[in-house]
């Protein structure tokens, strides 16, 4: 085993938080590492094919204001612009009362790298597992990974939990919670193939009628009843979005058990496979459709959390209560998704933005671990509204900036190079 | 499981008046999309409650269950099921002895 690699700050989890964290910490002059599992980052933004970013803009009702209004300046706001400008992003586009981004998963993959290659202090982990977390007293003083069996240890001076399952808090022993009842997973596939022009309001529903009785006569099973469709802005894609009930034989859905885990993975692939060959059989839009990609990984919405200095509540969300200390805002409504039925949305008072206070992206008792994306301290209600991939990039900058700024402030080694514009 | 046809409906679920299938079709709807405004009516929007495919999905299964009949193909349009008055005046029409 090498000598452990010394940085200002170690980011866990190389989602769209971790991602916005770690670009925004190496952008503020600190010496960064960012560690993600998969071979390419994004997280639920790329590998588990969510296909659109919400939190981007403000509530609006249209009579009122008649075009969408960016909420969030900065990273977020980069990142937007530059889906859009390589074509990897349409939009916004309406749904209600909120506004959303249309992206493709590859795009952001690819954004992601370039976003990170830019960066000289940044250095990035893939296929890379955290193991184990060590402490000092109060404070993480460095962490191993795991590569394929290649075991590394970083040291650093602060270090930020975005791995969405508030994985380097618990390694690190810090206070951590979770909902008995967590909103539901989704399981996300791509259809190439398809004629999207056949598939127009009622077409869909003539979908949803087939579904039905395919159910009842038994040649598909009841979970398909949970599926989504969306075309994407690419021809003949379209994305199929199914909220799981418990496979059988789960009795209690917990993405932290390892056996649940398998159990979706493998459930959301078996209604899959014959929900398209039923589709194709019986619709002549899907006639030539086929599986153009299976998710990396099923979409969590929700699992642990870390217990912050403070603790964000719905009501902070919904009546628009001020912090002294805000560094993000949400603009996403309270979503709340516990069962696989759709979705119960509450709206914020006037639709106002939600204030996020930098006390619910630090531990409560490390000093040195920060947290950003959907495992930031928050309850189950209101991260219903926080784990939203555009807030997770709002979160993730702010994370990003005060680890940056806690490194400096201990004495860490700051790189030296010159900051500013090229 | 759903059962693999509707159950034959029961003599008590054969209203007959539109008035009665509206409120029981509320009762259906109310429990599926907790969006609805409190007091909606019979003309309220389904849609604009958060009423989507899946929930559709859902709704069927669950007419079909309580009414005892299969709603077919033709029927299931973007119209019929935008309102619960609508809905009604197509589960009364298909009720009706003939």
Same mark, same amino acid.
Request: no cysteine.
């Given at each position: 085993m090498s000598a452990p690699e010394r940085y200002d700050v170690v980011v866990a989890g190389g989602g769209s938080a971790g991602l916005a964290a770690a670009v925004t910490a190496a952008r503020s002059g600190a010496r960064t590492l960012l560690i993600e599992r998969h071979g390419m980052l994004g997280g639920m933004t790329s590998a588990a094919l969510v296909h659109s970013i919400c939190g981007l803009y403000r509530l609006r009702d249209e009579a009122e204001t008649p075009e969408a209004v960016p909420v969030h300046e900065g990273f977020p706001a980069e990142v937007a612009q530059r889906l859009l400008a390589s074509g990897g992003a349409v939009g916004p586009v309406r749904i209600g009362r909120v506004d959303l981004l249309l992206h493709a998963p590859s795009a952001f993959a690819l954004?992601?790298?370039?976003?990170?290659a830019a960066e000289q202090r940044l250095t990035v982990r893939l296929h890379t597992e955290l193991i184990t977390a060590q402490r000092d007293d109060a404070a993480i003083r460095c962490v191993e990974t795991m590569t394929h069996g290649t075991r590394e240890t970083h040291e650093a001076a602060a270090f930020i939990d975005t791995t969405g399952d508030a994985a380097l808090a618990v390694l690190a022993g810090a206070a951590c919670e979770q909902a008995e009842v967590l909103q539901r997973?989704?399981?996300?596939?791509?259809?190439?193939? #398809?004629e999207t022009a056949d598939l127009d309001g009622d077409g869909r529903l003539r979908i949803a009628r087939a579904l039905v009785g395919a159910v009842r006569g038994g040649r598909l099973s009841r979970?398909?009843?949970?599926?989504?469709?969306?075309?994407?802005?690419?021809?003949?894609?379209?994305?199929?979005?199914?909220?799981?009930e418990n496979p059988p034989g789960v009795s209690t859905y917990d993405p932290l058990d390892p056996a649940c885990l398998a159990a979706l993975e493998q459930y959301g692939r078996g209604l899959a496979g014959p929900l398209v060959a039923a589709l194709a059989?019986?619709?002549p839009a899907f006639r030539r459709a086929f599986i153009a990609a299976l998710p990396t990984r099923v979409g969590?919405?929700?699992?642990?959390?870390? #217990?912050?200095?403070y603790t964000l509540q719905a009501s902070d969300l919904l009546e628009g209560r001020s912090f002294p200390d805000t560094v993000a805002l949400s603009t996403w409504p309270i979503e709340l998704r516990e069962e696989a039925t759709g979705p119960r949305l509450r709206f914020p008072a006037g639709l106002c933005p939600g204030e996020i206070p930098l006390r619910a992206l630090k531990s409560r008792d490390v000093a040195n671990l920060f947290t950003a994306g959907r495992c930031l301290s928050a309850s189950h209600e209101a991260q219903a509204a926080l784990r939203v991939i555009g807030t997770c990039l709002a979160t993730g900058e702010a994370a990003g900036k005060a680890a940056a700024a806690y490194a400096k402030s201990v004495g860490s080694r700051m790189a030296t190079t010159q900051t500013g514009p090229l | 499981m759903p059962s693999s046809s509707p159950a034959s409906p029961s003599p008590e679920f054969l209203p007959s008046a539109?008035?009665?299938l509206e409120s029981g079709l509320s009762v259906l709807i109310a429990e599926r999309l907790p969006e609805l405004p409190e007091g909606f009516t019979p003309?309220?929007?389904l849609y604009d409650a958060g009423l989507d495919s899946m929930g559709i999905m859902h709704l069927l299964l669950a007419i079909e269950d309580r009414y005892g009949i299969l709603i077919p193909e033709a029927d299931v349009s973007q119209k019929n099921f935008c309102t619960v008055g609508n809905l009604a005046a197509l589960l009364h029409a298909r009720l009706r002895p003939a």
């Open positions: 954004l992601a790298d370039a976003l990170t997973p989704a399981y996300i596939f791509a259809l190439g193939g #398809v979970g398909v009843l949970g599926a989504h469709f969306r075309a994407s802005h690419r021809p003949g894609e379209i994305y199929v979005t199914l909220d799981l059989e019986d619709f969590i919405r929700e699992s642990r959390r870390i #217990v912050g200095e | 539109l008035a009665e003309d309220t929007n």
